[in-house]
């Protein structure tokens, strides 16, 4: 397929890419704009560590065409927080210091803040059922989970 220009809104910022409407998503993030948050993983779209948000629900970005994501607000890792005012998510997972290597905590951060915003009181099973497409090689799934619920205890206490 032929490159065309194609207008994308990443992190509140209007970007023109010149690629083949049919590029992955990803490929755009990491090699074009060089926001390194979303990770290649499987290329399948299963494993989750290329999550995104896309008008607010997480969407495995190796496989989403550039050409769908025109007119669509598209968020990053690096567009949640930043080092000095980390989200709420963000801060959790540091705080449960919820890594070993840290590639899967790209799909697992921005899938427990697409639930949050949709619900943002989840239940354990809630969290647990949001997060079982993510996958963590490295068994940190412990402390993966005790980020997410106090993530939901932070984000419930800012609401309320």
Same mark, same amino acid.
């Given at each position: 397929?032929?490159?065309?220009?194609?207008?994308?809104?990443?992190?509140?910022? =209007? /970007?023109? =890419?010149?690629?083949?409407?049919?590029?992955?998503?990803? &490929?755009?993030?990491?090699?074009?704009?060089?926001?390194?948050? +979303?990770? &290649?993983?499987?290329?399948?779209?299963?494993? $989750?560590?290329? #999550?995104?948000? =896309?008008?607010?629900?997480? @969407?495995?970005?190796?496989?989403? +065409?550039?050409?769908?994501?025109? $007119?669509?607000?598209?968020? #990053?890792?690096?567009?949640?927080?930043?080092?000095? /005012?980390?989200?709420?998510?963000?801060?959790?997972? =540091?705080?449960?210091? @919820? %890594?070993?290597?840290? &590639?899967?905590?790209? $799909?697992?951060?921005?899938?427990?803040? @697409?639930?949050?915003?949709?619900? +943002? /009181?989840? #239940?354990?099973?809630? !969290? !647990?059922?949001?997060?079982? &497409?993510?996958?963590?090689?490295?068994?940190? /799934?412990?402390?993966?989970?005790? %980020?997410?619920?106090? %993530?939901?205890?932070?984000?419930?206490?800012?609401?309320?």
């Amino acid at each position: 397929m032929t490159e065309s220009t194609i207008r994308l809104t990443v992190n509140g910022r =209007i /970007h023109e =890419i010149d690629a083949a409407p049919d590029t992955a998503l990803l &490929y755009v993030l990491r090699n074009d704009l060089e926001l390194n948050g +979303p990770k &290649y993983g499987c290329g399948l779209g299963e494993c $989750g560590s290329c #999550t995104v948000l =896309i008008d607010g629900v997480a @969407a495995r970005s190796c496989v989403i +065409p550039i050409e769908g994501c025109v $007119g669509r607000d598209i968020v #990053t890792l690096e567009g949640l927080g930043s080092r000095e /005012h980390p989200d709420p998510v963000q801060q959790a997972f =540091i705080r449960e210091q @919820a %890594a070993q290597c840290g &590639y899967c905590l790209n $799909g697992m951060i921005m899938t427990t803040r @697409a639930l949050l915003d949709r619900n +943002p /009181h989840p #239940t354990e099973s809630e !969290l !647990l059922e949001a997060l079982r &497409y993510n996958l963590c090689r490295c068994g940190a /799934h412990v402390e993966i989970m005790r %980020a997410a619920m106090r %993530a939901a205890g932070r984000v419930a206490e800012a609401l309320d």
